[in-house]
């Protein structure tokens, strides 16, 4: 690292010996990268059976997790700052519990970082895309291996995931976000334009950053979604300044200290927890907003958007905006749809860590014909559930992520409690006592347009519309037109004239739509990720497309034959 930072002040010797050889014809000044090919796939999902050695190591890393008071800094190019805003990250299973402390960033230090991040941007960008990929690679090693349950159980202690839930996230998803970016951005490269004749003219394209910095807004639900949104715009040569969820700071800041470690110089990413509106307000007043890269509520990236849309005259570039904003996904059941399937698909979708996934499946329509036995099914592997604390093993899921969320859910179970166009089946139960414990609830509606149908709850609530099969086209179209949200979908069925008109009739009902499969459960590489209408911007993350929106490409064109002549031939005939 001190070989690519002492690489930065060399460029200006560099520049002006060019400029007194710029009389003399020149070879190729732009090095043909080469990058060194390596072999990509998802990294293995570990199973945490009784007596494995990923258990005892995940529950080993439990208790030190457990039984400590994380105190996390501000980090701005390397310097580590606190203010008298404390903050504290509790377990929402046992909110007593406090498991982080860290302080909040006002608004000179959003601005110090934001000055920081510019001004390593330049020298950063000028690091090799090769010595870059090495520290990608080193810190997906480091992920999988050093620090994988420091990953697990900070994810799980403080955002209550399962064993299970937090594998696939802060180890699998965190690890193929780090590892396939990288891969891709190796790709991206092999593409270089149509050189005609390469001893006359060689077009190159070279991946810059953009000038400015990236804010990164990630949310509590995915501890590798922080990665991804702070790391990628890194990645491409970007300074960034990352404002980690408040109930995901223990996390980030693991994901963080990592990256450091792997080569990741200072001031690259600063870490810079704060309140919301004041990291908003701040970022989007400075002139050198390159870029936003969110996942969050509509409201919030709405406020953001608008906020730069009314600074736009003072940019230096025209900010790029990427979110990802939730979504209402349904599951739609054809009347030759596999029950059992059904039911277990729908099951894991719903109520999986607490139905907060982006995906979750929220909202499902089912023939008359068949609801009797996916009515039958569901009630039954409902009550199957254990919720509980995510150190028992055997719990399904645990509790919702704060006192927030939890207000937020038991207004839609009293809404439905209240409603004659609703009607509880299973759940409909909660209480905050010690944790912010709701369990899943399945709601049948009259009305396909009730609010239940028709807002995003992001929580244990599972919604049921039955239609008649007479209406089949009636309430597919149901689907897209009630709701704005467009993120993902699945539809089950055997038929297949029904799966062909279903691919055409929610085109843009989906981002992600699956076939006979959960509307949960993308995997990085296999599933770009992101949805449209007030879902996101779609930008597919997890996809060789993604890293593209964090660069600035430059085209070069190099002439060997100089010009000697201003007519062109059939003027001298």
């Known amino acids: 690292m001190l070989q690519m930072l002492r690489s930065f002040s060399r460029c200006t010797s560099l520049q002006q010996s060019a400029l007194k050889s710029s009389s003399r014809c020149l070879g190729s000044v732009i090095p043909d990268l080469n990058l060194k090919d390596f072999p990509i796939a998802n990294e293995p999902i570990l199973g945490y059976r009784k007596d494995s050695k990923e258990r005892k190591a995940l529950e080993q890393a439990l208790k030190g997790t457990s039984s400590s008071c994380e105190d996390i800094p501000i980090v701005i190019g390397g310097k580590e700052y606190k203010t008298s805003e404390i903050r504290y990250q509790v377990m929402p299973h046992d909110h007593q519990h406090k498991l982080a402390t860290f302080y909040y960033a006002d608004k000179k230090l959003i601005e110090k970082a934001i000055k920081t991040a510019v001004e390593t941007q330049p020298k950063w960008d000028r690091v090799s895309i090769a010595d870059r990929l090495k520290i990608w690679e080193k810190a997906a090693d480091l992920m999988a291996t050093t620090y994988r349950q420091d990953l697990n159980a900070a994810t799980m202690l403080g955002q209550s995931k399962t064993a299970i839930q937090a594998e696939i996230d802060s180890a699998a998803e ?52 922080g990665g991804n949104l702070s790391y990628t715009p890194a990645l491409m040569g970007n300074g960034v300044l990352w404002k980690p969820s408040d109930t995901a700071i223990l996390s980030n800041w693991i994901i963080f200290k990592i990256m450091r470690e792997a080569g990741v110089p200072d001031g690259v990413v600063n870490f810079v927890p704060a309140d919301g509106p004041v990291f908003g307000d701040t970022i989007t007043a400075s002139p050198h907003l390159a870029g936003i890269n969110f996942t969050g509520s509509v409201p919030t990236f709405n406020r953001l958007w608008k906020q730069v849309g009314n600074n736009i005259d003072s940019y230096v570039n025209f900010p790029r905006l990427t979110g990802e904003c939730g979504g209402k996904n349904f599951h739609f059941i054809h009347a030759s749809a596999d029950v059992e399937s059904v039911v277990t698909s729908t099951i894991r979708s719903a109520f999986e860590y607490c139905g907060q996934k982006c ?6 329509y089912v023939p008359e014909s068949l609801w009797p036995q996916i009515k039958e099914g569901l009630l039954r592997e409902a009550a199957k559930l254990k919720i509980g604390d995510v150190q028992d093993f055997s719990s399904f899921t645990s509790a919702v992520i704060d006192d927030k969320a939890f207000k937020r859910i038991t207004g839609y179970i009293e809404h439905a409690k209240k ?75 055997q038929d297949e004239d029904f799966v062909k008109c279903a691919l055409q009739e929610f085109k843009m009902a989906a981002g992600n739509f699956y076939i006979n499969d959960k509307s949960t459960g993308s995997v990085v ?18 996809g060789p497309h993604y890293i593209l929106r964090w660069s600035s490409p430059q085209s070069i064109k190099e002439t060997f034959v100089p010009l000697r002549d201003v007519n062109y031939p059939y003027m001298c005939e």
């Open 174 to 225: 965190l690890i193929d976000f780090i590892r396939m970016n990288a891969y891709f951005l190796k790709e991206v490269t092999k593409y270089q334009p149509i050189s005609e004749n390469i001893k006359v003219t060689k077009n190159s394209l070279r991946y810059r950053g953009i000038d400015g910095f990236i804010a990164a807004v990630s949310p509590f639900n995915f501890t590798a979604i």
């Open 525 to 542: 590489g296999q599933q770009p990720f992101g949805g449209g209408r007030m879902s996101g911007t779609n930008d597919k993350a997890g």
């Open 419 to 493: 409603s004659p166009n609703l009607e509880i089946l299973a759940g409909g139960t909660y209480s905050d006592s010690k944790g912010y414990f709701v369990n899943p609830t399945i709601v049948l509606s009259k009305d396909p347009k009730d609010r239940i149908m028709t807002e995003e709850i992001f929580g244990p609530v599972l919604s049921i519309y039955v239609y008649k099969e007479s209406d089949l086209l009636e309430t597919m179209k149901l689907v897209h037109t009630s709701t704005k949200f467009a993120l993902t979908g699945a539809v089950f069925g």
């Open 359 to 364: 995906s979750a499946c929220s909202r499902m």
